[in-house]
């Protein structure tokens, strides 16, 4: 049996840092394993412009604890309003690495996010002339289609003809939660990919709704029926380019979550390491963990891999404290139930 695995320094394709108090209470948390990470830019207000994207960069390397290194790799909130030529100048100057689609009123603060998709055509198609990619949250949002369907649906009625429409724009389906999307990424030329996170990679909805509601385990796209976690870890541990981490570590205040409307989003970025090393351990693929780590989405996003090393080891199952102190209040920490026995050394 493997008992330590030594690999590249990870990258968090997909990542929700917030701002202010909160930003400084979770930013350590990701900074101690991760060399560069995809930050969200679902702000409230969102982060919109180059130049706000800029500012919020600022405050993010300002946030950092003395001694530790992280790069921020940013990302704009496309609107309907938003202008082909501020996105061109912001990802021409090296600043913003990708644009993000939120369907209005997908998830946790998207109000601002995209109603109609004819109107964001320009911006599309300059993000195709220029390489930028594409950063999807892939779930319709009307009210007759059932939340464990928008997904699949989305894939068919928005995603696909988005593609079509626009050849060469570079696409990464966020989180992805379905057997059908894993599939429509697997079949994806190199304009496509995708993230996938470390609890649909453990859990399906039983985990969350059986013997009582786990508040914690909620979020966006919600964990769906146990047939789709299979075909994730596939994906996940198959070995093909297209799948790399996007752990969509998003932290809310405890009182948020335990709440009786509560927020969408778990916050993982203090285990998504030892999850998955233990997920690629069950799968006997851990030969495979550095690839969608560490590998695959620097290929895709063309930018160097990292130069430096962490190791996990694998021994006893490891504590996982229920909560973080931030000044924005506690953060409960995810915990998938069940023993981990890798940790980063
Ligand atoms: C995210 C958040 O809290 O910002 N929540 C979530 O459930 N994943 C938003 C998102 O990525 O959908
Ligand atoms: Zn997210």
Redesign the pocket.
Known sequence: MTESLTIRRPDDW?L?LRDGAMLEGVLPWTARHFARAIV?P?LVPPVVTGAEAAAYRERILAALPDGMTFEPLMTLYLTEDTDPEDVAAAAESGLVKAVKLYPAG?????ASGVRDFDKVRPVLERMAEIGLPLCV?GEVTRREIDIFDREAVFIDEVLDPIRRATPGLRVVM??ITTAEAAAYAAEGDETLAATITVQHLMLDRNDMLVGGMRPHLY??PILKRGTHRPKLVEAATGGSPRFFLGT?S?P?PTHAKEAECC????FTAPVALSCLAEIFDEADALDRLEAFTSLNGPAFYGVPVNEERITLTRGAPIDIPAKIETGAGPVSVFNPGRPVHWRVT
């Open positions: 997909h929700h969200m679902n997908a998830t946790t603060n998207s949250h966020e989180h979020c966006l969509d998003a809310h927020a969408a989003g778990c």
